[in-house]
């Protein structure tokens, strides 16, 4: 889920087909470009934070005035091992699922 577009026109029909959003379980995640630093790229990186990150909060945002408007809610963002992995050549990652 790469582009900021996508989540609305999402989160929109989830809520026209079941009528509201109670619960909301967010696994999407890239591990784009995973090189050393030296050969990682900007866009590589770009693309770990756009899906990983802002996605996650994206999703959440749009997802929390259903979820309010019908009580309450659940929200869980899963996440990976890579979250506190140190490996060469996975720095993006860690940054970007390790979250809240």
């Known amino acids: 889920m790469s582009s900021e577009d996508e989540w609305p026109r999402i989160v929109d029909q989830t809520v026209s087909a079941f009528g509201g959003v109670d619960i909301l379980v967010y696994g999407a995640a890239t591990a784009e470009n995973i090189a050393p630093i ?3 790229t900007s866009e590589g990186w770009d693309l770990v934070m756009r899906v990983n990150l802002k996605g996650a909060f994206m999703v959440s945002r749009l997802c ?3 979820m309010k408007s019908r009580g309450g809610g659940s ?3 899963i996440t990976s091992t890579n ?3 140190r490996r060469l050549g996975s720095a993006p990652i860690p940054s970007a699922r390790a979250r809240w």
Request: glycine fraction near 0%; avoid cysteine.
């Open 83 to 85: 979250a506190s992995a």
């Open 38 to 40: 030296i050969r990682s």
């Open 75 to 77: 929200v869980i963002h």
């Open 64 to 66: 929390h005035r259903h």
